[in-house]
């Protein structure tokens, strides 16, 4: 299963309303998690089992919270049975296919 998701505080102390000190803590906890994952400017996208990416979601909304007293989650799921290694092997055969159509 594959879990892409966003967490930000509801709210910030830095002058210019960045997040980034907040944000950077939650991907910590997805980093130490061991799980297969990923970060884009917009998402972390984590590979695992439902009850471990659901642990470490949870956890890194715990980390975000530490900073602020409201925390913002928007999280997408692909959930196909018997399938490992599509944090990289989707893209993979999208990028297959634009290579052999013009």
């Known amino acids: 299963m594959l879990f892409a998701f966003s967490i930000a505080p509801g ?4 002058p210019d309303g960045s997040v980034s000190a907040a944000v950077a ?12 994952n990923e970060t884009t400017s917009m998402f972390t996208t984590i590979e695992g089992d439902w009850d471990e990416c659901m642990a470490v979601i949870k956890a890194a909304c715990e980390a ?4 602020s007293p409201r925390v913002s989650l928007v999280l997408k799921a692909d959930m196909r049975a018997g399938f490992t290694g599509q944090l990289t092997e989707k ?8 290579k052999s159509q013009p």
Request: hydrophobic content about 45%; glycine content about 4%.
């Open 91 to 98: 893209v993979e055969r999208v990028e297959e296919r634009l």
């Open 25 to 36: 803590e939650a991907i910590r906890v997805v980093r130490a998690s061991g799980l297969p």
């Open 64 to 67: 975000v919270a530490a900073t």
């Open 11 to 14: 709210s910030s102390d830095d």
